[in-house]
């Protein structure tokens, strides 16, 4: 008989925990206790499921692009819907893209009152009550894209209890919180693994979170300039990161070369770091089609679907290498369940196609809680 944990421990196991997606269709991934995720805009291209098992909405999920006023009592679902109707349907997870960013938002959004803003943040859970995970707050790295209206965020910050210079972030996630109680929550952001700056900003930006009790479950890293990199060097950021306790999501990672030979070099050498490191939970490629990426040189397929080596690549790598290790929930040592007899933290393991978290006792795994829709 397993012994009970409280409803605040049951929420945080889950939430800081990927979905492990079983189904039918025969995604790369199936069967590993990570994703391999890509992009849509609504409905997916035609050779979504041969590879990829989570979906990001690349605009769709952009405050300008479901409001144009924020003042407005309007919203377009259209493709976040199609997107959510995909997760239902092949019971992988997806993720919202974004709440909180200083880009493609409603002209009227930065002077947006806090009111206008939680009721935005209340739309979105109105819709998607159930979305598997969440970008938060986007790119707030201050010489990035923080939003406009961070001051508003800041003030309601103060009166939470929250200090210090990532105050208005926090406030964020304590809004998310109260609406989505098992969503994995993150905070997304680019260059954070791949220059000394943001590194450390958001390095220090995990410590004080932690220190501060904020419901923050993982860290997403965009990676859009690792391919520029030396991978011992992207390595070495990821597990500064990881160091803080939090789990990592590579969120937005592409590779922009338009000749064949590189990309695909690059894809051999940076994927295998990305899949087995034992912090990462999921990764996400941004972009499918050659052409219709957001830069030169990123895409993975033509148009007619024709496979790029590096997808050649990949769609031979990754099932060769599905038992990989499994992050775990990210919880501190002194953060574990109480548990008569129990001698270690929290852990992960994979068991009839789910993620199953639960602790050693005696030599023998008792189990807690699992996540997965099927």
């Given at each position: 008989m397993h012994r009970p944990i409280s409803s605040a421990s049951r929420f945080v196991v889950a939430s800081v925990l990927l979905v492990c997606a079983q189904t039918s269709f025969g995604q790369i991934a199936k069967g590993a206790c990570k994703f391999l995720g890509n992009i849509s805009e609504g409905n997916p291209v035609a050779s979504y499921n041969t590879y990829w098992n989570q979906m990001s909405p690349e605009n769709a999920g952009k405050w300008g692009s479901v409001q144009s006023s924020a003042a407005s009592s309007s919203y377009n679902w259209s493709k976040l819907d199609a997107i959510a109707a995909?997760?239902?349907?092949?019971g992988n997870p997806w993720k919202f893209h974004v709440l909180v960013w200083g880009q493609q938002q409603p002209s009227d959004a930065n002077s947006a009152s806090y009111a206008t803003i939680l009721r935005w943040f209340q739309a979105v859970h109105t819709r998607y009550p159930d979305v598997d995970m969440i970008d938060v707050v986007n790119e707030a790295y201050p010489q990035h894209a923080p939003a406009g209206y961070k001051g508003v965020l800041e003030a309601e910050a103060k009166k939470s209890g929250y200090t210090g210079e990532f105050a208005w972030i926090f406030q964020a996630f304590k809004m998310a919180r109260a609406l989505w109680p098992k969503s994995v929550l993150m905070y997304n952001d680019y260059n954070n693994i791949e220059y000394n700056a943001e590194n450390t900003w958001q390095v220090n930006?995990?410590?004080a979170a932690k220190a501060?009790?904020?419901?923050?479950?993982?860290?997403?890293?965009q990676a859009h300039d690792a391919f520029k990199l030396k991978t011992a060097d992207v390595k070495a950021k990821i597990d500064a990161i990881a160091a803080t306790g939090f789990p990592v999501y590579v969120t937005e990672y592409d590779i922009g070369h338009t000749d064949d030979t590189q990309q695909k070099n690059v894809m051999a050498d940076?994927?295998?770091m990305f899949w087995t490191h034992p912090k990462i939970a999921g990764v996400t490629y941004w972009g499918i089609t050659v052409g219709a990426t957001w830069r030169s040189g990123t895409g993975l397929e033509s148009s007619s679907g024709v496979a790029r080596p590096a997808l050649t690549w990949l769609k031979d790598y990754i099932p060769k290498n599905l038992n990989v290790p499994c992050p775990t929930s990210g919880l501190e040592a002194n953060e574990v369940v109480p548990s008569p007899g129990s001698t270690s933290g929290l852990i992960v393991r994979q068991v009839g196609g789910h993620l199953v978290t639960g602790v050693e006792r005696n030599g023998q795994f008792l189990a807690l809680g699992a996540t997965g829709r099927n």
């Open positions: 995909w997760s239902k349907k092949t930006f995990c410590k501060q009790n904020v419901p923050i479950d993982a860290i997403g890293v940076q994927m295998p």
